[in-house]
C-alpha cells in the first residue's frame, strides 16, 4: 500500500522560480526521507528528516515536517533545469519491519 | 568506485520462462531490497534481506523469489507465475535496514516477448 501521497503529480516551472512537493501519509513515522528519478534511472537519496525535526536544510532544498498533520513539503529554491525530475517522499513507518514506503511522486518540469 | 550494479539494463522474457536479474553491491550494506515500479508509479517493495542467509517478503512478493547467500549480492527470479512482470526493477541497499539512506541502482527493465 501506499503510504505517501504526494501533490502536486506535475509542476511545471521556468528556471528561477521555487518549485514545492507536498507529501502526505497516514500513520507514525520514524523518519521521512526524499528521493529523485531522473527519466530511466534510479533513485537518488537527497534528505532525510527524523520524526522529532520539524526542518532541515540541504543546500537549495528545504525539508518540513508536521507530524500532527502527518505531512512534509520539499522546496527547491532558485531551479535550474537539471532539476527536471521525478521527486517522492519515502517513509519509514513506527512499528514496520525496517522497510520504506513510497509515494506516487511529483514529476518536475523546469524550463528555460 | 563504490556502488550498485544491477544486470542486465534489460531483459526480455518469453512466456513461461523464469529470468534472474542481478544486483551487486560493493559498499558492505547489510541490507538490500527489491522493488518493482511501473510507469508513473512509484515503488513497490518486493523482497528485501537484512541479513546473508536471510530475507521477508515484502508488498508483492507473489511471482517472484530471491536468495541471499552473498552478502554483496541479492538476485531476484522473476518466475512464470509473475502474470505481469513488464516493469521497471530497482535493487537498493543500506546499512542496516529503512532508518537510514537507501542507494539505488540503475535498474532493469523487463519486457515480455
Known amino acids: 500500500s501506499q503510504q505517501g501521497e504526494e501533490d502536486p503529480q506535475a509542476l511545471s516551472i521556468q528556471e528561477g522560480e521555487n518549485a514545492t512537493m507536498n507529501c502526505s501519509y497516514k500513520?507514525?513515522?520514524?523518519?521521512l526521507q526524499w528521493y529523485r528519478q531522473n527519466s530511466g534511472r534510479g533513485l537518488v537519496h537527497l534528505i532525510l528528516?527524523?520524526?522529532?525535526?520539524r526542518e532541515k536544510h540541504s543546500g537549495r532544498l528545504r525539508v518540513t515536517l508536521d507530524t500532527s498533520k502527518k505531512s512534509s513539503s520539499l522546496l527547491i529554491t532558485a531551479s535550474r533545469a537539471a532539476d527536471t525530475a521525478s521527486y517522492f517522499c519515502a517513509t519509514d513507518a513506527t512499528g514496520t519491519a525496517s522497510k520504506l514506503t513510497f509515494g506516487t511522486g511529483t514529476r518536475l518540469q523546469v524550463t528555460l | 568506485d563504490g556502488g550498485i550494479t544491477q544486470s542486465p539494463k534489460y531483459l526480455f522474457r518469453k512466456e513461461g520462462q523464469n529470468v534472474t536479474l542481478s544486483c551487486e553491491q560493493n559498499?558492505?550494506?547489510?541490507?538490500m531490497y527489491w522493488y518493482r515500479q511501473d510507469p508513473g508509479q512509484g515503488l513497490r517493495l518486493i523482497y528485501y534481506?537484512?541479513?546473508?542467509?536471510?530475507?521477508q517478503k515484502g508488498d508483492i512478493a507473489e511471482g517472484y523469489s530471491v536468495s541471499r547467500e552473498k552478502k554483496e549480492s541479492f538476485p531476484l527470479t522473476v518466475t512464470s507465475a509473475q502474470k505481469n512482470p513488464t516493469a521497471f526493477y530497482l535493487c537498493?541497499?543500506?546499512?542496516?535496514?529503512?532508518?537510514?539512506?537507501?542507494?539505488f541502482g540503475p535498474g532493469t527493465r523487463l519486457l515480455v516477448l
Open positions: 500513520t507514525s513515522i520514524n523518519n
Open positions: 559498499l558492505n550494506h547489510d541490507a
Open positions: 534481506s537484512q541479513i546473508v542467509n536471510d530475507f
Open positions: 528528516i527524523r520524526s522529532n525535526e
Open positions: 537498493a541497499s543500506s546499512i542496516a535496514g529503512s532508518r537510514e539512506t537507501q542507494y
